[in-house]
């Protein structure tokens, strides 16, 4: 089982950045794909970016390629969102989840997810 703390979050103009990090607990961190969703007031929650075990391979949603990086350090049991050229329809509630699953492409499916974070508020003014 692994626990998961997000942080970064916070209220930045558009146009701006900010980094989220999900700090995991054990040992066992690189063992499990990572993934950042987000869910916006009366929406469901979305997937924004993952990442394989190793590090090798990320996916995005389409609206956030080119200003959002997913990365990760297995020495610190840390995934990290990198959010560049923030624009208003970014805020959203961030949850990063973990994907026991064996799988050489990390997956945009939330039910994929086995663990949660409790999220991280973000929020972008115009």
């Known amino acids: 089982q692994v626990q998961l703390v997000e942080s970064g979050g916070g209220l930045v103009q558009a146009g701006g950045s900010l980094r989220l990090s999900c700090a995991a607990s054990g040992r066992t961190f690189s063992g499990y794909a990572m993934g950042w969703f987000r869910q916006a007031p009366g929406k469901e929650r979305e997937f924004v970016a993952a990442?394989?075990?190793?590090?090798?391979?990320?996916v995005y949603v389409d609206s956030v390629k080119g200003r959002f990086t997913i990365s990760r350090d297995n020495a610190k049991n840390t995934v990290y969102l990198q959010m560049n050229s923030l624009k208003p329809e970014d805020t959203a509630v961030y949850y990063c989840?973990?994907?026991?699953?064996?799988?050489?492409?990390?997956?945009?499916?939330?039910?994929?997810?086995?663990?949660w974070g409790q999220g991280t508020q973000v929020t972008v003014s115009s």
């Open positions: 989840g973990a994907d026991r699953r064996l799988t050489v492409v990390p997956s945009r499916r939330r039910d994929d997810y086995d663990y």
């Open positions: 990442i394989s075990r190793g590090g090798a391979t990320a």
